[in-house]
């Protein structure tokens, strides 16, 4: 197996990941609750991750704020980010070895614990 060397890869990671994600009993609900369009978040999450993994800024977005949003629809719990986890780490270590892919494990773990603490203090908040 190769590293996570260019984008054409992590368009790959991304789009098995997702076919992985919108399929799994616990997750994929919360996809199809939120109105989600394939064709449209796959090109953002390319880019999101190639900023992240190769410092060439091609995100503009905040993703917290969106989690924010859909959590207001559906309420996101511990399970629903520990199997993002499960999903993301089987397929990035199936798939890719090296560096890269270890990066990208560790950035979407420390990404996944500060959604989740952020989300539970908004909850908090709002009494949910």
Known sequence: MNDIQHKEDIQYLVE????????????????????????????????????????????????MLKHLELNRTVPLKPAHFERWMKIWTDTVNNKFEGPIAQKAIVRATSIAQLMEYKINKADQKTGL
């Open 16 to 63: 098995t990941f997702y076919h992985s994600a919108l399929t799994d009993q616990l997750i994929g609900p919360v996809f199809r609750a939120a109105n989600f369009k394939l064709e449209a978040h796959i090109p953002v999450m390319v880019a999101f991750w190639e900023t992240i993994l190769f410092d060439v800024i091609t995100y503009k977005g905040n993703p």
